[in-house]
């Protein structure tokens, strides 16, 4: 572990990161701090706490836009009725195939158990003739 200084809004802070990993925290702490300074002159925040929650809904803000336009999707559910009834059919899908795999599982531990029940008897003759042996 390695451990850096941070300056965020005016504020010295110390940080531990993995080794090799400081420059990038140093560019994520420059990143944050332009942005709560751009917060700061807009004005819009009447104490450091408040600029510091509206500096991360800023920041959260544009890690989902990414993520969205990435493809990868909200991790949020934020749907609206409508989009939600649109992903109906593919919920009804998906619980389909989730269904099928249940009954497949099930017919494999049936088939397993059979194979268990099989090996048990077998090994319950062979201690029985061990011991008569013995």
Known sequence: MSEITININGRGYDI?????QEGRVLDLATYV????????????????????VLAA??????ALEARENAGLGSPLK??????AAEDDGADDAAIAELEE??????AEKQQVLAVIEQLTA?????????????
């Open 57 to 62: 809904l800023l920041l959260a803000n544009e």
């Open 16 to 20: 531990a990161c993995d080794v090799g």
């Open 101 to 106: 795999t249940l009954e497949r599982l099930e």
């Open 78 to 83: 934020m749907e609206t009725p409508v989009a």
């Open 33 to 52: 701090d332009q942005r709560i300074k751009e917060i700061s002159r807009s004005g819009a925040a009447y104490n450091d706490s408040h600029l510091m």
């Open 122 to 134: 077998r090994v319950e003759g062979l201690t029985a003739k061990v011991e008569a042996f013995g």
